[in-house]
Each structure stands twice: as C-alpha cells, then as structure tokens.
C-alpha cells in the first residue's frame, strides 16, 4: 500500500508559471519534508513541517514555498519557477515520537517538474 | 562538519559479486546512519540502518560495517544481483528541533552485470 504519496508524477510548466506539487500520506506522521534532487546528485532539503511549525532552510529560495493545510496533506508552491528548478521533487514524513523505528525518513516516488 | 563523503562514485560488479560502498563523516552528533536504494524515476527507499553503538548489522546480503572511532561506515552487498543495480546513498541523521535532519552522501551508481 502506497503511504507517500505524490501528484501529479510528472509535471510540465513554462519559465515563470506557478505550479504546486501534492504530497500525502497514510502513515499519520507528525513531520513533512520537501527535498529537490537534480539529475545525478543527492536529495538536498528545502523545508519541513513538525506538525504546523513551518522550518526552512537557510539556502532555500524564496520562490518556493510550502503549505500543510492538515496532517494528512502538504503542498509545494514554486511560484516563478526558472530552467534552474527543473528537478525531481520529493516528499518524505517521519514521526517524531516513533523512536522504535528510529526515526526512518519514508519517501514518496517523486514529482519529476520539467520546465520549459 | 554536516558533510558525509561517500565513494566510490560509481561501482560496476559482476554477478554474484560483492559490492562495497564507504562512507566517512565528521559530526559525532549524528547518531543513525540510514542507506537509502534509488531506483531511475523513484524515490529513495530505506535499505538498512545502523546506530553508532553496533559495529555491524546485517539484513539478508545487505551488512552494514560501521567504526565509530574512524567515523566511517560501509554497505557491503553480497551475491550481488542485476537488480541490485541502482543508485545508493549513505545518509547520517541527528536531531535538529522538532525534526530528524538528514545529511545525505553524494551516491554511488550501481551497476551489477549479468
């Protein structure tokens, strides 16, 4: 059973239009992450929610932003996106307080974003 | 001293091989050690785990071989397979906040032949 899960899979949009990529979850975990990973290169951290709390990275750009409108659901928001944020976008949760399975961070397949 | 260096960079074996991937790290404040297998178009998915107080944990022919006084640990696959063939990150966590941060290695590309 899928529990991260990640619309659309593959998303297309022009230099400059906004666009938003969905994360779910099944697993009722408290904290949400967003990762950007390029071609070839390790997941790198944009942001992550423990429950509301919203915490960002220092390096990340102000062109992406992020909501968490309940448990289950967290949204990315790149609001200009330029060629240079065409990348894999990935979720992933974890629970805080679920120290027996040493806090494994559980990722979702990925919205790959194209932009042209 | 967030930094985890992971190598080699890519890694071909053949099959019915062992594969060896290293890792080193300089922050003893990270207390698990996760590596992580990446299929092309997926997300990365936990393979095997360590804390720093076992030296080594074994998951069917997945070990993990961790020294704590060298900061460095390894993934050792063995009988390795074709579709072992993918993409491994080593990643070291500690708490930060509310959160666990994970610092990833730079991954190591897979390639098992038939």
């Known amino acids: 059973d899928a529990m991260v899960i990640q619309n659309p899979r593959y998303q297309v949009t022009q230099f400059g239009k906004p666009v938003t990529l969905s994360c779910s979850q099944t697993l009722n975990h408290n904290v949400m992450y967003w990762y950007q990973q390029k071609s070839s290169q390790a997941p790198k951290l944009l942001f992550h929610y423990y429950d509301k709390d919203f915490n960002n990275e220092a390096d990340t750009p102000d062109n992406f932003q992020s909501r968490r409108p309940n448990t289950s659901f967290c949204f990315l928001d790149i609001r200009s996106p330029g060629l240079g944020d065409a990348a894999m976008y990935l979720c992933a949760t974890s629970s805080r307080w679920d120290r027996g399975s040493t806090d494994t961070q559980y990722f979702g397949p990925g919205t790959r974003l194209t932009v042209l | ?114």
Not at chain 2, 8 to 13: A, E, K, N, Y
Not at chain 2, 42 to 54: E, F, N, Q, T, Y
Not at chain 2, 87 to 105: E, I
Request: aromatic fraction near 12%; include cysteine; charged fraction near 15%.
């Open chain 2, 1 to 114: 001293q967030q930094q985890v260096k992971q190598s080699p960079q890519s890694l071909i074996v053949q099959k019915g091989g062992i594969s060896i991937i290293n890792c080193a790290y300089e922050n003893t404040a990270f207390d698990y050690f996760p590596w992580y297998q990446q299929f092309p178009g997926k997300g990365p998915a936990l393979l095997i785990a360590i804390r720093p107080d076992v030296s080594e944990k074994k998951e069917g022919r997945f070990t993990i071989s961790f020294n704590k006084s060298a900061k460095q640990f390894s993934l050792h696959i063995m009988d390795s397979q074709p579709g072992d063939s993918a993409t491994y990150f080593c990643a070291a966590s500690l708490s930060s906040g509310s959160a666990r941060q994970l610092t990833f290695g730079s991954g190591t590309q897979l390639t098992v032949l038939p």
